[in-house]
């Protein structure tokens, strides 16, 4: 890779050697990956997590060990010009009723996290930083972690990421430049996989479906569905979520929907290929059913908001809730970024789901804590699939009302 | 008796490792999948649920999903739980980085379909500088 006399020396130690280490990390994550050279990154979204692994039985050297790194780098400022968001975990951990958590966890984040705000990191405690305010524009170069946020920003926004993890982010953003490969150029930005959408998606859980089917066909590639509507907000996020969950994707296209696939043919650079897999109305069902391992219906936490609810899905539960109440051991809980909660408060749904017995929680998602959890209902298909193994919960995969009517029955009771 | 197949392959991340290989043709997250603590494999319905990754070559098709792989993967080498070196079908970006930042050997392209050559179980060495693998079969 051509380095300018600048980068040169900033990895030979001119700058110290925390950078000097970002930068080795740039170059050669760049390498491997075939970039020729940097390129200035006009934003970036991090993760600066404390690992949940306390109350897992980790050393506490490898918790000081990987916490201290985080520290050291924002003991760094972002690089001038850049707009860096990032995103803590846990910080409300302590009002919630989960005590298989360690203290110290919050303890320790809330340390990191007051350190990247002096970094100049803007804390969006939020895995959707494009709903509260990180919006990239079209065609601008970023850096970020959050899978799910990853595809949204090239897809939905035509923003150009490559599928960041937290230490090239950081690196990214106190160095103000990138390796250019991958989806960073035109030229990998065209479909690899034809994906022809016959089924009827009448729900976000429903585009989340069908990114989950479509992810694990697509692998790294970039699928292009074809013969579906435009989604809502809330149904791209599920079904970039999703892809990313069953998949390795960084970006899709939607024929007539997305930036970049006015056309079958745009989205494929040419001429489309003739091969494609459908999914039907069978399909769809076939994949809620691959994800759900129910052996009895009684439920004990219901989840709302993976990735992270909008203010529209929290003013919808509000309303399937109002004048309800969740049925007594089952604990519901909507997931969100503060921003959005704050807005919640102030309209009023806050008052509305507590009063149901619900919570609106911030800043995290149960599949990064510890929690009992046997029976999980969710409109998430990346919760349901991760709940799985890191809960070791049953799941079921369902559109928001059917959830909410599992929350206040205390039972599943099916998606009707 | 041991027969020794040496396979041609593309160094992604330098180094050189060798271990008891822990093979899958599917794909992995870290993040979610992974528990760094044991390990593990706690992905239901994975090929290598309940598998442990500690000092194995993992030869599988590519990382995929979470963005917190490689912090996973540190998380892993701090516990001593991590994989020795990695055989990828197919590059993901995060396997890639995880592996730069953590300084585990991984390699890619090889001249034989590792599916067919490698079982779950073999001696392999994995030598990303000079771009060979080396697998050791024994009865």
Same mark, same amino acid.
């Given at each position: 890779m051509e380095l300018t006399p600048e980068q040169r020396a900033t990895l030979e130690g001119a700058r110290g050697p925390f950078l000097a280490q970002c930068m080795r990390w740039l170059v050669e994550w760049g390498e491997v990956m075939g970039a020729r050279r940097l390129i200035p990154v006009a934003n970036t979204h991090v993760l600066l997590p404390v690992p949940n692994l306390m109350a897992r039985g980790a050393s506490p050297r490898t918790i000081e060990t990987y916490v201290g790194g985080l520290k050291e780098a924002c003991r760094h400022r972002i690089a001038?010009?850049?707009?860096?968001?990032?995103? @803590?975990?846990?910080?409300?951990?302590?009002?919630?009723?989960?005590?298989?958590?360690? #203290?110290?966890?919050?303890?320790?984040?809330? %340390?990191?996290? %007051?350190?990247?705000?002096?970094?100049?990191?803007?804390?969006?405690?939020?895995?959707?930083?494009?709903?509260?305010? =990180?919006?990239?524009?079209? +065609?601008?170069?970023?850096? /970020?972690? %959050?899978?799910?946020?990853?595809?949204?920003? =090239?897809?939905?926004? +035509?923003?150009?990421? @490559?599928?960041?993890?937290?230490?090239?982010?950081?690196?990214?953003?106190?160095?103000?430049?990138? #390796?250019?490969?991958?989806?960073?150029?035109?030229?990998?930005?065209?479909? @690899?996989?034809?994906?022809?959408?016959?089924?009827?998606?009448?729900?976000?859980?429903? /585009?989340?479906?069908?990114?989950?089917?479509?992810?694990?066909?697509?692998?790294?590639?970039?699928?292009?569905? =074809?013969?579906?509507?435009?989604?809502?907000? &809330? &149904?791209?996020?599920?079904?970039?979520?999703?892809?990313? @969950?069953?998949?390795?994707?960084?970006?899709?296209?939607?024929?007539?929907?997305?930036? %970049?696939?006015?056309?079958?043919?745009?989205?494929?650079?040419?001429?489309?290929?003739?091969?494609f897999v459908v999914f039907t109305d069978h399909t769809l069902r076939q994949t809620y059913a691959s994800l759900r391992n129910f052996t009895g219906e009684e439920i004990d936490t219901v989840i709302l908001g993976c990735p992270h609810a909008s203010l529209r899905e929290i003013a919808e539960t509000a309303e399937l809730l109002r004048g309800r109440r969740v049925a007594a051991g089952v604990r519901l809980w909507v997931d969100t970024a503060r921003g959005i909660r704050a807005y919640a408060d102030q309209i009023g749904y806050t008052a509305i789901i507590e009063k149901a017995g619900a919570r609106i929680l911030c800043d995290t998602c149960p599949t990064n804590m510890r929690m009992a959890a046997q029976r999980i209902v969710t409109n998430g298909f990346k919760q349901a699939h991760y709940a799985r193994g890191m809960l070791g919960a049953e799941v079921i995969v369902a559109e928001t009302s059917a959830c909410v009517r599992a929350a206040i029955a205390g039972r599943w009771l099916g998606d009707e | 008796m041991s027969e020794v197949l040496e396979i041609k392959a593309r160094g992604v991340t330098k180094g050189r490792a060798a271990g008891v290989a822990l093979v899958a043709d599917a794909t992995l997250s870290f993040w979610g999948e992974v528990d760094p603590v044991t390990g593990r494999v706690i992905a239901v319905g994975h090929p290598l649920e309940g598998q442990s990754l500690k000092g194995r070559v993992l030869v599988i098709r590519s990382t995929k999903g979470s963005s917190a792989t490689p912090m996973v993967l540190s998380l892993a080498q701090l516990e001593g739980t991590a994989p020795v070196a990695f055989v990828n079908l197919e590059v993901d970006s995060l396997a890639a980085l995880g592996s730069i930042v953590n300084r585990i050997p991984m390699v890619t392209d090889l001249e034989r379909n590792p599916f067919e050559v490698i079982r779950t179980g073999d001696q392999v060495e994995v030598d990303a500088d000079c771009g060979v693998v080396r697998v050791r079969y024994t009865d």
């Amino acid at each position: 890779m051509e380095l300018t006399p600048e980068q040169r020396a900033t990895l030979e130690g001119a700058r110290g050697p925390f950078l000097a280490q970002c930068m080795r990390w740039l170059v050669e994550w760049g390498e491997v990956m075939g970039a020729r050279r940097l390129i200035p990154v006009a934003n970036t979204h991090v993760l600066l997590p404390v690992p949940n692994l306390m109350a897992r039985g980790a050393s506490p050297r490898t918790i000081e060990t990987y916490v201290g790194g985080l520290k050291e780098a924002c003991r760094h400022r972002i690089a001038p010009g850049c707009y860096c968001t990032v995103h @803590t975990l846990f910080l409300t951990l302590d009002e919630l009723d989960v005590p298989e958590n360690a #203290p110290d966890q919050v303890r320790l984040q809330r %340390e990191v996290s %007051e350190l990247a705000t002096l970094a100049g990191f803007i804390n969006t405690f939020t895995c959707v930083p494009y709903l509260v305010g =990180n919006v990239p524009l079209k +065609g601008q170069i970023c850096a /970020w972690t %959050e899978s799910s946020a990853v595809v949204y920003a =090239n897809s939905i926004l +035509g923003a150009r990421t @490559t599928r960041h993890g937290n230490e090239s982010a950081l690196a990214a953003s106190l160095l103000g430049v990138v #390796p250019e490969f991958g989806v960073l150029l035109d030229e990998n930005r065209k479909g @690899t996989l034809r994906v022809e959408v016959s089924a009827q998606l009448s729900s976000p859980a429903d /585009w989340g479906a069908l990114g989950y089917f479509a992810g694990k066909l697509a692998g790294l590639g970039i699928p292009v569905f =074809n013969g579906v509507r435009r989604p809502t907000q &809330e &149904e791209a996020k599920q079904l970039c979520a999703a892809l990313a @969950t069953s998949g390795g994707v960084s970006m899709c296209h939607i024929v007539g929907a997305t930036p %970049e696939a006015p056309t079958l043919g745009a989205a494929f650079h040419g001429e489309a290929p003739a091969e494609f897999v459908v999914f039907t109305d069978h399909t769809l069902r076939q994949t809620y059913a691959s994800l759900r391992n129910f052996t009895g219906e009684e439920i004990d936490t219901v989840i709302l908001g993976c990735p992270h609810a909008s203010l529209r899905e929290i003013a919808e539960t509000a309303e399937l809730l109002r004048g309800r109440r969740v049925a007594a051991g089952v604990r519901l809980w909507v997931d969100t970024a503060r921003g959005i909660r704050a807005y919640a408060d102030q309209i009023g749904y806050t008052a509305i789901i507590e009063k149901a017995g619900a919570r609106i929680l911030c800043d995290t998602c149960p599949t990064n804590m510890r929690m009992a959890a046997q029976r999980i209902v969710t409109n998430g298909f990346k919760q349901a699939h991760y709940a799985r193994g890191m809960l070791g919960a049953e799941v079921i995969v369902a559109e928001t009302s059917a959830c909410v009517r599992a929350a206040i029955a205390g039972r599943w009771l099916g998606d009707e | 008796m041991s027969e020794v197949l040496e396979i041609k392959a593309r160094g992604v991340t330098k180094g050189r490792a060798a271990g008891v290989a822990l093979v899958a043709d599917a794909t992995l997250s870290f993040w979610g999948e992974v528990d760094p603590v044991t390990g593990r494999v706690i992905a239901v319905g994975h090929p290598l649920e309940g598998q442990s990754l500690k000092g194995r070559v993992l030869v599988i098709r590519s990382t995929k999903g979470s963005s917190a792989t490689p912090m996973v993967l540190s998380l892993a080498q701090l516990e001593g739980t991590a994989p020795v070196a990695f055989v990828n079908l197919e590059v993901d970006s995060l396997a890639a980085l995880g592996s730069i930042v953590n300084r585990i050997p991984m390699v890619t392209d090889l001249e034989r379909n590792p599916f067919e050559v490698i079982r779950t179980g073999d001696q392999v060495e994995v030598d990303a500088d000079c771009g060979v693998v080396r697998v050791r079969y024994t009865d």
